[in-house]
């Protein structure tokens, strides 16, 4: 029994590989997704451009404008001479941030009271607005502490000493690496997986396989290993390219990842075959995959934290087994996780994995009569 399956699977893998536009959707589009993603896709902030209206012109005011245009974060665009520009680079995005320094801000800085710095946002991107203001908050807490300094006036009393875990320098490319693993991961395999029984009912070989001495779920077996196999290797490209590439740490070591690897895999192929049992052409398939693709990526915390999202939306999100292998991905680059640690996360997906792999058994055997 076993070789005949075997004999399937070195089928299935030379029909995917011999055609030049399986072997792209494999190769291309997984590498050039990391990359976009590693590069683009970042809640950092680098020389975003802001503009200054300095209403002082104080040394004061000056060392406070320096500070502003010698961080990485901002990038100084213009300097104003009026109020009446800065509606106009806001709305016309030249400007993300305008600092407006009040003209009695020396003056109250020498009474020691508090003085006006006016920061004006474009917020019709609220996470980069806030990421904005956050950095412009560090610069002027900076500029007090150091004007306190100089003047011999005691420091404030309470100072944040912010130290972050994990990810010290907060590299968002840390976040976001890792989770495009699992997306490519689960993108080419439901893809794969997905398209292959459709692929014998359109070129009219699925009769012949019924007819072979092959039990259905050993042609059910020959289709999905196939995929866990490229889902495997993908997930591999993926995790090379974040750690020597995006320099992303591997803490967690590989046995914990690769154990939710292949548990993942297990599922998107159990889903994919079910995909597959149900549709009877590639291009339906293809609709399937990526009707099951969006929703899962959206509800999965690859983005946003799913304890954000409604309570009944969260209570969804538990047949998503994505929503446990990103926990997993993550865990093991950013964490030093251990098997025990990973459990949660690895039983659901295990379930998901059986449930969906009955399922889809029960559907080819049907589709079969």
């Known amino acids: 029994m076993w070789s005949q399956i075997f004999a399937l699977i070195v089928k ?8 030049p536009k399986s072997r792209m959707v494999l190769i291309g589009p997984p590498l050039i997704e990391l990359l976009v993603f590693g590069y683009a896709a970042t809640f950092d902030l680098d020389h975003a451009p802001i503009a200054i209206y300095n209403q002082d012109h104080s040394a004061a005011s000056r060392d406070l404008v320096a500070r502003f245009a010698g961080s990485p974060s901002f990038k100084v665009v213009a300097t104003l001479d009026g109020p009446r520009q800065i509606e106009q ?3 016309t995005r030249q400007a993300l941030l305008v ?17 006006p710095v006016q920061l ?27 004007w306190l300094a100089k003047i011999g006036a005691p420091p404030p009393s309470t100072l ?55 039990r259905p779920i050993d042609i059910l077996l020959g289709k999905g290993l196939p995929g866990l196999l490229i889902g495997s290797a993908e997930a591999t490209i993926g995790i090379i390219g974040a750690v020597w590439w995006f320099e992303v740490p591997l803490r967690g070591g590989l046995v914990p990842l690769y154990i939710g690897v292949v548990l993942f895999a297990m599922a ?11 549709a009877a052409t590639q291009q339906q398939a293809l609709l399937g ?33 994505m929503r446990y292998f990103l926990v997993v991905v993550r865990a093991s680059f950013l964490e030093e996780s251990g098997l025990l640690s990973l459990w949660p996360q690895y039983w659901p997906m295990a379930v998901i994995a059986m449930a969906t ?13």
């Open 160 to 214: 944040l000493d912010i130290r972050a875990r994990y990810n010290p320098a907060l590299l968002s490319r840390w976040f976001i690496v890792p989770g495009v693993v699992a997306v490519l991961t689960q993108v080419v395999v439901s893809l794969v997986v997905g398209m292959s029984v459709a692929r014998e009912r359109e070129m009219g070989t699925f009769d012949q396989l019924l007819v072979t001495p092959l």
């Open 289 to 321: 995959a990526f009707l099951f693709l969006v929703p899962s990526i959206i509800l999965s915390g690859f983005a946003t934290p799913v304890s954000n999202m409604p309570e009944i939306i969260q209570r969804l999100t538990l047949i998503n087994p």
């Open 89 to 91: 680079l806001i709305d």
């Open 120 to 146: 004006i946002v474009d917020g019709r991107n609220s996470n980069t607005a806030l990421v904005a203001l956050g950095y412009a908050n560090a610069i002027v807490s900076d500029f007090n502490i150091s």
């Open 99 to 115: 600092v407006v320094i009040d003209p009695r801000f020396t003056r109250d800085l020498a009474l020691q009271r508090p003085a």
């Open 357 to 369: 792999l009955v399922t889809a058994g029960w559907l080819f055997r049907k589709r079969s009569v």
């Open 12 to 19: 299935e893998l030379l029909a995917i590989l011999k055609d």
């Open 268 to 278: 998107i192929t159990g889903i994919g075959l079910m995909i597959s049992s149900l």
